[in-house]
């Protein structure tokens, strides 16, 4: 079966500081993965989707970057976080399909505070 | 504009009672349905799906309804037991160019009460 790990699971930065926030999943191979961003009480925000290895498409602007160095693994980052980048950030992958995003299955998250 | 919404933010029913949580969808592109349950600070649990071909499908003490007409889904949980307590959140999906996009809805949070 397929399981999918973040890390760390809580975070709290300062303001200007870097982030690098980790994802990845076990039991398949090739699949979609994604990134999240979710506000206290709110629905979630699309961040970055990839296909494949190196292949990095970014939905909205933002002082956050994502790379994917491996077939399983997923990474997040900023070069100085902002006060707005504190929230709930989730990692998601789904099975490799030519373009496809459907069902997608979550990460248990990553809690970041910017201070 | 394109969104998923849900009727109700919030919703309380009793231990016992079925459970109806509604979402309203207005791009009729949209061919496939999910729905997530989200527990507190934790990442969002896969329930059911749904495609458009479809107007109902069950699972465990969860059904799907799916109206096109209207663009009405609904997700149903029979015999609400306190470890139901969550956000559910619905999600659609649609062809976009030679992709597919994803969209969330904003959630509701179901409190089953004693």
């Known amino acids: 079966s397929q399981t999918i790990h973040q890390w760390p699971a809580t975070l709290v930065q300062p303001v200007g500081s870097p982030l690098s926030l980790e994802c990845t999943v076990e039991?398949?191979?090739?699949?979609?993965l994604y990134w999240y961003r979710q506000a206290a009480g709110r629905g979630l925000q699309l961040l970055f989707y990839?296909?494949?290895?190196?292949?990095i498409s970014s939905e909205v602007p933002q002082n956050l970057s994502a790379s994917r160095p491996q077939d399983r693994q997923f990474i997040l980052s900023s070069k100085k976080l902002l006060l707005s980048d504190s929230g709930f950030y989730l990692c998601?992958?789904?099975?490799?399909?030519?373009?496809?995003?459907?069902?997608?299955?979550f990460g248990p998250g990553t809690r970041l505070l910017v201070l | 504009g394109e969104s998923v919404g849900l009727h109700l933010p919030t919703l309380s029913v009793q231990e016992g009672d079925n459970s109806i949580i509604n979402c309203a969808y207005s791009?009729?592109?949209?061919?496939?349905f999910i729905w997530y349950k989200q527990e507190s600070g934790k990442g969002p649990q896969f329930i059911i799906d749904i495609r458009s071909n479809m107007d109902k499908r069950q699972g465990q003490r969860v059904t799907v309804l799916l109206n096109k007409t209207v663009k009405h889904l609904s997700l149903q949980i029979a015999a609400t037991q306190p470890g139901d307590s969550a956000v559910y959140f619905c999600a659609e999906s649609r062809p976009s160019g030679s992709a597919r996009q994803l969209t969330f809805g904003s959630g509701t949070q179901l409190t089953v009460l004693p």
């Open positions: 998601a992958w789904s099975p490799p399909r030519l373009g496809g995003r459907e069902t997608q299955y």
């Open positions: 990839s296909v494949g290895i190196g292949q």
């Open positions: 039991g398949t191979s090739n699949p979609n």
């Open positions: 791009n009729s592109a949209s061919d496939y």
